[in-house]
C-alpha cells in the first residue's frame, strides 16, 4: 500500500545511546517532515527537507540530526539519548508541488529513553 | 510555539448528536487543515481549507474559516463511536518561506458514546 513506513514502531533506550529512525515513502513526494508528539503539546516540527538534498531545522531540533538519503527516505538520528527525547516520532510527507493537499504521516515510532 | 489554541481540549457527546471544535490560531496563514488520530496510531488528514475560502464541506465534515478573527471550526454531523479520537487543526503559514510547514494545535478529544 502507499504510504509512508516508519521502522521500527517501539525502542527503548538507555541514556547516551544512539540511534536512527527510518522512514521511507513511495508517493514521490518532494518534502518530508519529522515531528514529535507529547502528552498535552501536540505535534512540534523537528526538521524537515524541502526537498532532495536539503534540510533544515524546525521547532525543536536540538539533540537531532536527519539525513535525506534520496528522494524515498528522511532517516532522524538521536546522536546520544535523554530521557527529555522520550516520545512519539511521526514522519510525514508532501507533494510539495501541491500547496492545497494534506500531508501524510506514518504511524510512528514510541521511543523511550530510560 | 504552538500556532493553534483548540478548544474545548475534551469533547464527550452520544452517537448521533453533532460535534463542534474550534481553533484559534496566531499568524496569516496559507491553509489550515484538520487531522484526526485513533489512539496509538498516525494522523489522518480530514480537509483542508485555503485562506480565501469560508466553508468547505466533505461528508459528515463541515469546516469554516474565519480569517478576521484568526479562528476555525470542525463541524462532525451525526457522530459515530467510530468518530471517537483526537482531531488537530494545523496551519501553514503565509508567506514563501514556510515551505509548507504545518504547525499544530493541541488537539480535542472527542468520545463519542454508543
Known amino acids: 500500500n502507499a504510504g509512508v513506513t516508519q521502522t521500527p514502531k517501539f525502542q527503548v533506550l538507555k541514556t547516551g545511546q544512539s540511534m536512527t529512525l527510518q522512514c521511507a515513502q513511495d508517493m514521490n513526494h518532494n518534502s518530508m517532515y519529522w515531528y514529535r508528539q507529547d502528552p498535552g503539546m501536540g505535534l512540534r516540527l523537528i526538521y524537515y527537507s524541502a526537498s532532495e538534498g536539503t534540510t533544515d531545522k524546525g521547532e525543536v531540533p536540538n539533540g537531532y540530526n536527519v539525513s535525506r538519503l534520496n528522494k524515498r527516505e528522511f532517516s532522524l538520528r538521536l546522536e546520544s539519548a535523554a530521557p527529555s527525547q522520550t516520545s512519539v516520532y511521526f514522519c510525514?510527507?508532501?507533494?510539495?508541488?501541491?500547496?492545497?493537499?494534506?500531508?501524510?504521516f506514518g504511524s510512528g515510532t514510541r521511543l523511550t529513553v530510560v | 510555539s504552538q500556532q493553534g489554541e483548540e478548544d474545548p481540549q475534551a469533547l464527550s457527546i452520544q452517537e448521533g448528536e453533532n460535534a463542534t471544535m474550534n481553533c484559534s490560531y496566531k499568524?496569516?496563514?496559507?491553509?489550515l487543515q484538520w487531522y484526526r488520530q485513533n489512539s496509538g496510531r498516525g494522523l489522518v488528514h480530514l480537509i483542508l481549507i485555503r485562506s480565501n475560502e469560508r466553508e468547505k464541506h466533505s461528508g459528515r465534515l463541515r469546516v469554516t474559516l474565519d480569517t478576521s478573527k484568526k479562528s476555525s471550526s470542525l463541524l462532525i454531523t451525526a457522530s459515530r463511536a467510530a468518530d471517537t479520537a483526537s482531531y488537530f487543526c494545523a496551519t501553514v503559514r503565509a508567506g514563501g518561506t514556510s515551505y509548507g510547514k504545518l504547525t499544530f494545535g493541541q488537539g480535542t478529544i472527542l468520545t463519542v458514546h454508543p
Open positions: 499568524t496569516s496563514i496559507n491553509n
Open positions: 510525514a510527507s508532501r507533494d510539495r508541488g501541491r500547496v492545497n493537499y494534506g500531508y501524510t
